[in-house]
């Protein structure tokens, strides 16, 4: 199925976004790439920043699909399933393109637009929420678990921007599943033991790229 203008716009935009920076990319070169006129781009956005947000909420629907479905799907236990959350990461750490995370990318450069900073932390949010739901019924003191889970998953996106050779996400897999092991535990005895569900509520996907998402 054909693109509509506006995700063509936004596949367009948010390619450029991400390989030149936000800044780098003026409006006019997203019409020329796209291939449109401006009454066209003006008749979608109202402006750049419309945009970015408008590719950062695209980008966030594609992960969230895509990790929803590689954690969920096939894989029954906790420990299991955060090895397939850091083994989706791993894959896109990997990729050619890679070049960092595109939302702290946005922030970085643009972190005085809360439209912006919001379309980011939404993600973030998402990731943290879903190793909760994964080991909230399975560890002693899950929150705080959680918190370093989503500290090992960001830190090995910062990582692979400045050191890709020294294999972050390989690292981060395993002391995340160290860290589970090691909660698991001290979980006093008697406590739920039923398998956690996913996080499903999650906003409704925006209608953007349909490129095979990253992890980042």
Known sequence: ????????????????????????????????????AKATL????RGKEEIVVACLE????RLEAR??????RHVLGPPERLGA?????IGSLSAPDFRGCAFLMAVAEHGDSAAIRSAARGYKEFIRNQFFAIVR??????ETLTEQLALLYEGAIATAVIRPDASPGDHAKRCALLLFS????????????????????????????????RAR
Do not use: W
């Open 182 to 213: 090691q909660y698991a535990a001290t979980r006093p005895e008697g406590a739920t033991v039923a398998p956690a569900e996913p996080n499903v509520a999650i906003a409704t996907p925006v209608t953007g790229s349909r490129r095979s998402g």
């Open 42 to 45: 003006y008749r979608h956005f």
């Open 58 to 61: 695209a980008r966030r629907a």
């Open 1 to 36: 199925m054909p693109l509509s203008v506006r995700e063509h716009i936004i596949e367009v935009a948010g390619a450029l976004f991400y390989s030149r920076g936000i800044r780098a990319v003026g409006v006019d070169e997203i019409i020329r790439q796209a291939d449109i």
């Open 67 to 72: 990790f929803l479905d590689g954690v969920y």
């Open 137 to 142: 019924d399975h560890v002693h003191d899950p």
């Open 85 to 89: 959350a850091f083994d989706l990461l």
